[in-house]
């Protein structure tokens, strides 16, 4: 049984720590080895009573990881990356070295989010962006507009309409066909933390505008202390700050993947070797093997 990476153990849906509960009952039913990796666990419970009870609930696991400080300081468990950097070799535009791209030549992308937002904060955040937009350093560049939750997203991308045009929407399920469209050069101005993992990893500059004081304050400063690089603009500023980056986060990203991969390995070690097959007779194709072929057209 494994807890996928993400952040929703905590004071926002405390009835996900039945999660918890039942991963441990399974366990007990099963004798299932229990794991859970990258979690976010703030904002927490206000009480010494929760923060024991989920210290002891994840106490019952074989194996725990966190992604955040905060997270690591509440629950004891060991701090490692997020789940996401396993995934970054199937990223188009990762590179593993340094990126000494210039920052301010490639497409500008946007995405902000209307979900976990605190009341009125998004109309700060899109001040901000059409601040940035507007502003002399972005002048004369093409801007796309990035969705990741339908609905969601869709809100500040239509108060920024007159400033990207339809045909510059990239919808979710485009996403989801072609993968994610970062590269070296490019400026992201953002809410969503994912993004600006993938983003800085591709080398990309940006700035994560806050849509929250607390969820998102910890989930992006992780991603700072790791190194992207980035600017903050806070929540509540209508004004973004200048998007910046550094060279060598995707070297570090690197890094950061083959610490997660690692640990995934860790968790599910390769079997062994079957042993060789038995000989077959001289124009026979083994089932495995012909299938192996027609994959590979």
Not at 74 to 102: C, H, N, T, W, Y
Not at 186 to 207: E, I, V
Request: with cysteine.
């Amino acid at each position: 049984m494994h807890l996928i990476g993400g952040g929703y153990l905590n004071a926002i849906w405390p009835h996900h720590a039945r999660l918890l509960r039942a991963a441990r009952r399974l366990s007990e039913l099963s004798g299932a080895r229990l794991a859970a990796t990258g979690l976010g666990l703030t904002p927490a419970a206000d009480t010494a009573a929760d923060t024991e009870a989920l210290r002891e609930a994840l106490a019952a696991f074989d194996h725990v990881t966190v992604r955040d400080a905060p997270s690591a300081q509440l629950s004891r468990a060991r701090q490692a990356p997020d789940d996401a950097f396993l995934g970054l070799p199937d990223v188009a535009g990762f590179r593993a070295g340094p990126s000494e791209a210039p920052a301010a030549e490639g497409d500008v992308w946007v995405c902000l989010q209307s979900d976990m937002a605190d009341p009125g904060v998004l109309d700060d955040a899109v001040a901000a962006v059409r601040s940035a937009l507007t502003g002399p350093e972005l002048a004369g560049r093409t801007v796309r507009y990035l969705e990741a939750i339908p609905g969601a997203d869709r809100a500040a991308f239509e108060r920024l309409a007159d400033l990207i045009p339809e045909e510059h929407f990239v919808p979710f399920t485009r996403v989801w066909q072609e993968g994610f469209p970062a590269r070296a050069g490019q400026t992201w101005l953002t809410s969503r933390f994912h993004f600006h993992l993938l983003a800085a990893a591709c080398g990309a500059a940006g700035t994560a505008l806050e849509v929250s004081a607390d969820y998102y304050r910890v989930k992006h400063q992780s991603l700072l202390d790791a190194g992207t690089g980035w600017s903050v603009t806070p929540a509540g500023d209508r004004t973004a700050r200048p998007p910046a980056r550094s060279s060598s986060f995707p070297e570090t990203a690197d890094r950061l993947h083959r610490t997660k991969l690692r640990e995934a390995e860790e968790l599910y070690p390769a079997p062994e070797a079957p042993e060789d097959p038995p000989a077959v007779a001289a124009g026979r194709v083994l089932p495995g093997r012909a299938v192996a072929r027609f994959l590979r057209r």
